[in-house]
């Protein structure tokens, strides 16, 4: 029961404190691993929740808390993933309804994106860590995916899916 209480009031609060399903990563990470789960255990739910179609935010709860809980623990994730994104949702909805003709929205949506892209590189370099660039083999297959996704613009699951394919082959 300690470990259910403690995910729903981890992903209430990675919920609450982030503003994405990749940014929320970063948050996640220093809140499960060591504690609930290993990093492997975390790179994993990262990578099939990424490949998944749907939300990654959704889908990092439901395998992580079944991973740490089974059906009541991906339950329970669930619910505190998916309580503060509807309840402030719902919020700005109304709020924005009334506020919509202010320019001032704009430019705060584009102050956003700078620290959303910090996000990201943040999360990056934690869930790679010291360990994850040895050896030339994820440093190709890390630049192969950036050029695939920057250069010839293929979707970010398809690139995920053949990286996962090609460490099938590599990492065997």
Do not use: H
């Not at 995916?145 to 398809?158: C, E, I, R």
């Amino acid at each position: 029961m300690d470990n259910l209480w403690q995910l729903f009031v981890t992903f209430l609060k990675v919920n609450l404190l982030t503003t994405s399903g990749p940014a929320s990563a970063g948050l996640l990470y220093s809140e499960m691993v060591g504690k609930l789960m290993t990093r492997e255990e975390f790179v994993e739910a990262v990578g099939y929740s990424s490949v998944l179609p749907g939300s990654d935010a959704l889908q990092m709860a439901m395998f992580v808390g079944y991973r740490v809980g089974g059906i009541a623990g991906a339950v329970v994730a669930c619910l505190g993933a998916i309580l503060p994104p509807t309840v402030i949702m719902l919020a700005i909805a109304m709020l924005l309804t009334r506020l919509r003709s202010e320019a001032w929205i704009g430019s705060f949506v584009k102050g956003l994106t700078p620290a959303i892209a910090a996000l990201l590189l943040v999360t990056a370099y934690q869930v790679v860590g010291d360990k994850g660039w040895q050896g030339w083999a994820p440093f190709v297959l890390g630049t192969v995916s950036l050029a695939a996704l920057l250069l010839f613009k293929v979707p970010p699951t398809l690139v995920l899916l053949a990286a996962g394919i090609v460490g099938i082959v590599i990492y065997r």
